[in-house]
Each structure stands twice: as structure tokens, then as C-alpha cells.
């Protein structure tokens, strides 16, 4: 029998990733369409469908060649039915996505959200290295985060697992967060976090490495607190052993409750790699009970962006297998 | 065919608890045996093999009536094996449960740990409510803590998964843990926690009604802070706010990454009821995200002790069927 191809989708408020993903999980060909969210976003899903169409044809891939799409979104999802009940960015509210997808491009249709692909992606063929049990945490403009256990994404009783960034991390005088509480752990590990407390401390800092960083470009990213950091900069030490702090129990908190043998960090700010890893590790050790941390390995993400389309095409396999 | 009968045994460090269940969860007889843990608790096995053939006798139910053994125990357990790695209150050490209970019984048998199999009890026929998506809490001498999630008892990378209690609440100059960590939710959450936390204050309160409490009875329990709470001591008012602040955060956070439809509160502590959630409820509404407060349903576990061997019969259940 001809090795199938597995076509993964993933939905951003700019641009969708899509990519024909082979069976051992390699990309054999990925490109990007903008996302058109005039008129409620309607006519995604034909761009959609017409750029399989076209790649196909362009490729010599015959239609039948493929198994499936697997999609992930942004938003709220129900991941049995593929309807969604609102994703902002792409103007859909209450929008039978599978139904509406499978329709126009003739071929069964896997949806999950962003985060939960991400991890999906990160443990088929990334990082988390196949494990069952996984914490994947997404450090980027917010804190995404997805759960797989005993061998499947945690999805809970509304759509709602892994939503590890909004974790309370300062119970009381923490920052406000987008999701309408204060002190969500989002409000400190994320790459907006992150600049946040650094800008504020700065006045406190004059002679600081990262005062200086700042008074050239008049603003500060998490890559230049950790740079600054590795200079021994004070002041940038201090912000990421306060990050590393509660990332760190956030983590461990989670990790007694679901014992995972992986931890894979990604996002943006995973870049900043050992700088980030080494401070979260040793905070991890102290909150986790030593049967757990034995067991847990705490890695950096390794997909990059791809871990989205990776992820969604594994929703293809999984459900066709 | 004749309806099958479930056997449920929930191993303590004094009694083994047992009971013939019938597969809707209904208990057709219960009864209690001393635990012998002489000589590495050797005797176990025999005493619990031996005594369900004497029941079967002693009620003339035929032998082949049972579709197995479901059974819970404390300490580290592979659960796919039954294999036990160590259960310090047994004496047990390296030692192959299952297969040494399924040579002495004739029948097949299913192993989880103790507070597993309370929650499987409280999801089938307590105030679970069949709930996929569960996590209950056990307020006794320790917390301890089961999660079901996806309509599976979640067990992680080496059985440590439900080890609620030890989720860290006060990261810095927590008390003492058995656990060897410090600030567990366990020291604030158990009944010792309770108790030692009032015991701590009374000085301060030398006129409160937890004070005379003391004087009368020279000891506290978590009983006596609940009443005088509910008796308006100011003393005992405060004890129980801080406790539900610990409780209740650390619930909504591991709720935020779960999404569960039911938190069961149960143990000894739980028999507080009212005076319990009430305050529980609070601290979790102001700390769970809306979408996932609104799914959830905070309540007090109804099975009491018979959780664990409801639970135990349980796994047989799901595993012959």
C-alpha cells in the first residue's frame, strides 16, 4: 500500500502554517497562507482547502494520497466536534470548523488548540521524545501550556486543560493578567512579563547594564535581560532568578500532581536556553518531591514553530491508526 | 448469565477493609480483618485469600462468581505490575502482590494505591458522579489526592501522579513536611496541619474559645477549630481562612490546568461540610479562571470509608469489561 500523507494545519491571527507530514512525522513540504479574518474569517477555510489543492497539484500528489487534515486553533474549542465556540483573532464564533473544513476539501479533519499541538508535536518528534506523560509550556507573548497523560492530551471537561499560564503565582499584589485575574503566572514567565518587570525595576538600577540597553532602544526584550544576565548584570540577575522562582514552583506544583517524565519549555523565551534552564531547574528540584524530580527531565522545546504542524498532523495519524 | 460479583479490598495499616460488590457498585457484604504485618507482612496475602473463601462459603455464593480482586494499597506501587516497591506500614518490600494474591485466590487481580482508589469509589458511586474529569482530596492525617482526567485514574511516569498534598503552598518558611520538603499543603490542610497550626496561635488568644477548648481537653482537634469557628472565636475563624487560602489556591491552580467537572472533598477533615466549602469556594472562585470555575462543582465526598473498597471493585470492573 502507498505511505499515506498527513497534512497539518496550524491557524495564526496572520498567517496559517500548513505542511504535508509524512508517517514517520517528516515535513515533506511546509508553506504559509495569510489568514483573512474579514467577514468573520469565512473564507479560511476555502483558502484552506484551494491551497491543499494547489500544493497537491503542484506537487504531483495524487488526492487520495492523503489521510487527513489535523488543525489546530486558537481559542475555545470543543475538540470532539470541531466546532468552535470563539476564536477573537479569527472573528469565528459558533462555527462548525470540522464540518464546515471536511465539506470543502472532501477529507476527515482532527482540531485541537494551538497549545495542545504544540505539545503533541514537541513529544512525537521533538524534545519530549515519545514520553506518555509530558508538561509542555509555551513561553511567549502569553504562557500556553498542554498536558499529555498516560499517552493522550488532557483536554478536561469544558476544552479547558493546560491552561498552566494562568496558574496563580502571586496570590496577592500580582500584576493583572489579560484573563481578567491578577498574578497569573502568565504575568510573570512570558516574554511580556518578563520586560515588564524589568522596565519597572530599571529606575532603581541607574548604572545597570539593562538601564543602558534600554536607553539605547528606548525599550527592552526577554532576550536582552537575559543576555545582560549572562554578563552578570544585577539587576537582570535578580529578574531572572524572580521569574525562575515562580516558573519554577509552577512547574514542580504541577509536576507532584501529574508525575511527568518530560518538561519541555518552548516560546520565545525558551531561547534563551541553559540562562533559562539552569536557575528553572534548581528551583525545580527544591519544589518537587524527589521521586518526581528523579523521574521528570526538564528540556527546551526543539520544533521551533514547526511543533504546531508536527502536532497537528499526529492528530491525523492518531485518529486514523 | 448469572450477574458477576466484585471483590474490593483496601489494605490499612490495621485492618484490611474488604466487601462482595455487585457490578452496579451496590455492597452485598462488607466486613473487616486484622492486618498482620509480622514477618514483612507475609501473612497478608493467605489471610486475605483464606477469608474470601470463607465468606463465599459462609453465604453460600459459588466461587466462580467473582470476576477478581480489586485491591488498594498504601506506599509506591507499579500499577500495571502490582508489583510493590515499598509500603513501610506493611512491611512490605520488593514484592510481587499480584501475582502472589492471584496464586493464593484463583482469581485476577487489579492493584492502585489508597487514595486512587478513594477517588474511583467517589467518581462511581459517590458525589463523583461518574465525572471523567475528578480530582479528589483527601483531608486526613496527610492529604492525599486522586485525579481522573479523560475518564482514566491519571498515574504518571512512575505511579506518583494524585500527590496533591505535597503541591507546595508556602514556598518560603514553610513548616516541616514528612515528605522531607517544607510548606506542603499537607502542614496546613491535614488534620494535623489544622491542629498544629491552632495549637501554634493559642498563646496569642489566651480568651478564646479554641483556648478554653484546649485547657479542657489539654489537646485540639480539627473538630474542635470547625465548631468554634462556626461559634464565631475569632481565633478559630482565622485558622480556618488561612486554611481554606492554601487549599483553595492550590485547588484552583491544579483546576486552571485540569479542568475538572468535580472536586471531591474528602477524610476526616471534610466531615466540617458547610463550614469547609463555603470558605473553600470563595478562595477558588477568586482563583479559577471563570470558564473553568463555572464547569466545576466543589463538593464533600458521601462514601466515607467505604470509598476505598467501592473504588478497588471498580478496577475489576473496568478491567473485565
Known sequence: MKQKLLIGVDIG?????????NMNGQIREQWYIPTDTSEKGKQISNDIA????????????PYDTFAGIGMGAPGFINMKTGFIYNAVNLGWENYPLKDDLELKSGLPVY???DANIAALGEMWKGSGNRSDDLICVTLGTGVGGGIISNGMILHGANGMAGEIGHMTAVPQGGAPCNCGKTGCVETIASATGIVRIATEGLSKYPESLLNQTYDINRSLTSKD???CASKEDQ????????VS???????????NALNPSKIVIGGGVSKAGERLLEPLQEVFNQFALPRVRDKAE???ASLG???????AAWLVKENIS
Chains 1, 2 share one sequence.
Open 225 to 227: 535581560v537575559f543576555e
Open 235 to 242: 539587576w537582570a540577575v535578580d529578574v531572572v532568578q524572580f
Open 245 to 255: 522562582l515562580h516558573l519554577g514552583l509552577t512547574i514542580a506544583n504541577l509536576a
Open 50 to 61: 484551494n491551497s491543499i489543492r494547489d500544493h497537491s497539484l503542484q506537487l504531483n500528489i
Open 13 to 21: 491571527g496572520t498567517t496559517i502554517k500548513m505542511a504535508f507530514i
Open 298 to 300: 526538564l528540556v527546551i
Open 111 to 113: 482540531i485541537d488548540n
Open 305 to 311: 514553530n514547526d511543533a504546531g504542524i508536527i502536532g
